[in-house]
């Protein structure tokens, strides 16, 4: 399971003491080889945490042996000392497993702004270094959780070869360019160009299509290792649909465990002249907070959708836009033709659907969010995360 | 008071039965002149409500001799019918004061999507225009409430003339250009030209630094009106000092009876390149539910600020930005320096404070926003607005 279902990776995940709850909290993946190819994309908040300040750096020669996540602080904006602890860890993995620090990724998630205490981090290195196992995926899922309610891992593949990932995120998911903490592993051979182009086309259409609630971290890191112990070399288009596989999956994960939510809202828009126009007016009703709050009281508020939909430079004529929730078509032709009753719409369902068609050309694509609740006030107002 | 602070002016508000509750809901506004000049700012939702599509005709001549205007419904997004009523209630106020429709502007503020009841209406236009009166203002001030607790009323002038203005809004606050519904007079002499430059200096440092929900109404309209009835001409720079005092007290009063607020948060933003990068950097920060959230938490969790302003393309380097709140500077040069103790940041106060410098140059701006609340989740998922 996880990264550990490719062949030629040992996983573990361990308690170092850096969440208050005790429950793990350091997170290790190795990759034992043949090859070493790796990809990563970052975070496009400009206020990016130290760990993502230092992969970057790491993933440029495009190998990686290792990669070490904690949870319990995000290493963000705490001074010279959090880039220091970052490169400490770094150093220690590397020297733990036989290599160089630039070819350890590091991730860190918690809480900006606060110190990471790099004693308790380090004696946490070295016990997730000895727990090291083939099957330990699991564990290095759960250790890089932090309101997430679930370990998220996911499996694909193709004859002879998988794709494993995990994946940690429930708060603060708007990606700009990747997402949240996720670790993918491979045992395809395929060069670090091959996997850029595999990641990045994957991220775009699943990661970057979730946003729960309109707020980009300043630590989200995908990384995508590549061990090539199983020989097999898939060709660009089975290692794209494989990795976009695992995306698709881990982003459902995500999606479904968002802080807070009572319905998992999907927002298919159709019609449009460009993709780029369907998500940017997907975006705009996914960060509604009015839309939101309606739909968490079971209320197909389609006024606010089209509002929302007002507020972006896409392509469209107000009179021809249609709106359906669930099935039901509340809007059509903006209003101009008679809709369905609104009150025929069953909102109890946990999920619910958007369809937005802007009758402005042949374009769409699908954004995931979640509705405005109690829950995620309180989650977001009783905690500091 | 109001409206009727300025001499040349009547005004009204009655009930139409328009609103479920039998609350006030017909405001008219009438310019008894002699002159009969006027400006307005719009909504730049690109999905416009029937009373902005005729209202923006209205105005083109730079005329008005009344606003018509009503609540309990916002007759946007219901197909010709909407529009015809906009016509017809125009019409009708212009049948009654003697004129043409295309001097009488209409607002109207509500459910989107929902026919509004003309007869119902027109029965209510009839009363207010039984009703005008001198000291009419506040009256119309009560008539455009919606979820209003209180309604906004402002004055200010020179010597021998006045400004009054009144408002109406509570959420889907965040005038792209406009703002809310907004009806401003003066006895001044001054033409369209003189009132149109007055009233976009004004807004665009007033309401458009207001954004309590990131959500644009279809349906904001801000109407300036001159009578000329005091004789007075004042200079360009006095009439936007006294039109821009009015909107300022105005924006005031909607910023802290905002749905749902528990803070009304002001965010200072100084060190900016420019005063679109201020404005940028204050308006992501006034939009991040997380941040939003901590304040009702009472929680100056100045993390959520960083990444707020990383979302941006201000110009800015991470390890320049000082934040302080509530007076306390918990963030110095992005973390990189010691900040003071989070926990000695007094949020109790409902009025809270953020102080942002860019360290990237000397212009600044001043946002407006609410905390993220369980009472804002409950007043826009329990009912229908």
Not at 19 to 25: A, E, I
Not at 39 to 67: H, M, Q, Y
Not at 129 to 148: C, R, V
Request: proline share 4%; charged share 20%.
């Amino acid at each position: 399971m996880s990264v550990t279902a490719a062949a030629g990776f040992r996983a573990s995940g361990v308690t170092a003491g850096l969440k208050p709850s005790g429950k793990p909290d350091v997170a290790l993946v190795v990759n034992d080889g043949p090859r070493r190819d790796a990809a990563a994309v970052f975070t496009s908040n400009r206020c990016k945490a130290n760990p993502v300040l230092w992969s970057e750096r790491t993933i440029a020669d495009g190998k990686l042996d290792a990669v070490v996540l904690n949870s319990g602080g995000a290493n963000c904006y705490n001074g010279p000392e959090g880039f220091q602890t970052t490169h400490a860890s770094a150093e220690l993995v590397a020297e733990l497993i036989g290599g160089g620090a630039f070819d350890v990724g590091v991730c860190s998630t918690g809480l900006i702004g606060q110190p990471l205490d790099r004693p308790l981090l380090e004696a946490g290195i070295r016990a997730a270094h000895q727990a090291l196992s083939d099957d330990g995926g699991p564990d290095a899922a759960t250790a890089i959780m932090t309101t997430d309610t679930k370990p998220k891992q996911a499996v694909s593949g193709g004859a002879g070869w998988s794709v494993g990932g995990m994946a940690k995120g429930a708060g603060m998911l708007a990606p700009g360019l990747a997402t949240m903490l996720v670790v993918i592993t491979t045992d395809a051979v395929a060069t670090s160009g091959a996997l850029d182009a595999a990641l990045r086309q994957a991220t775009r259409t699943t990661f970057d299509r979730l946003d729960t609630d309109g707020c980009m971290s300043t630590n989200d890191t995908v990384f995508l290792l590549a061990s090539g112990s199983s020989g097999v070399e898939p060709s660009a288009e089975e290692l794209a649909a494989a990795v976009k596989a695992v995306c698709a999956d881990l982003t459902q994960q995500l999606w479904t465990d968002a802080e807070g939510a009572h319905h998992d809202i999907e927002i298919a828009v159709a019609g449009a002249a460009s993709e780029d126009d369907a998500v940017s007016v997907g975006r705009a009703i996914a960060r509604s907070n009015l839309f939101k709050a309606a739909v968490f009281g079971n209320d197909p508020n389609w006024g606010r959708v089209l509002a929302a939909i007002g507020t972006t430079d896409a392509v469209f004529e107000p009179q021809h836009i249609d709106v359906a929730i669930n099935g039901v078509q509340v809007c059509r032709a903006g209003g101009t033709k008679a809709g369905d009753p609104a009150d025929t719409v069953d909102m109890s369902p946990r999920h619910a659907r958007v369809e937005v068609d802007l009758g402005a050309g042949a374009s769409s694509a699908t954004l995931l969010t979640s509705d405005l609740t109690h829950d995620y006030v309180h989650e977001n107002s009783a905690y500091s995360t």
